[in-house]
């Protein structure tokens, strides 16, 4: 389920992704870190969709994995293999 998309017209762009739960093997796979968080918490994906050259394919990536509490409170927010959040990701 999208939450929040940032995407163009052609479907381009960031997005993050509510994965409506609190344990994603999919995370997991594509970020390469335990892909969970405390339970009543909720995972969320931030991800871009961006064409190759040529238009033929897309290409669909993690960036970051953020975990969410039922108040809205920011538990943890990681890169690929836990490391620390590209500084073009931090505010």
Same mark, same amino acid.
């Given at each position: 389920?999208?939450?929040v998309?940032?995407?163009?017209k052609?479907?381009?762009?960031? /997005?993050? %992704?509510d994965? *409506? +739960?609190n344990?994603?093997?999919?995370e997991c796979?594509?970020?390469? =870190?335990?892909?969970?968080?405390g /339970?009543?918490?909720i995972?969320?994906?931030?991800r871009?969709?961006?064409k190759?050259?040529g238009?033929?394919y897309t290409?669909?990536k993690? =960036?970051?994995? %953020? ?5 809205? +409170?920011?538990?943890q927010?990681k ?10 990701f *931090?505010?």
């Amino acid at each position: 389920m999208v939450n929040v998309d940032f995407r163009n017209k052609n479907g381009e762009g960031f /997005y993050w %992704a509510d994965l *409506q +739960t609190n344990d994603s093997r999919e995370e997991c796979e594509r970020m390469g =870190h335990c892909g969970r968080t405390g /339970y009543g918490n909720i995972i969320y994906s931030l991800r871009e969709t961006k064409k190759l050259p040529g238009d033929k394919y897309t290409i669909n990536k993690s =960036h970051l994995t %953020a975990s969410i509490g039922g108040d809205g +409170t920011l538990y943890q927010l990681k890169g690929p293999k836990n490391s620390k959040p590209k500084e073009e990701f *931090q505010i």
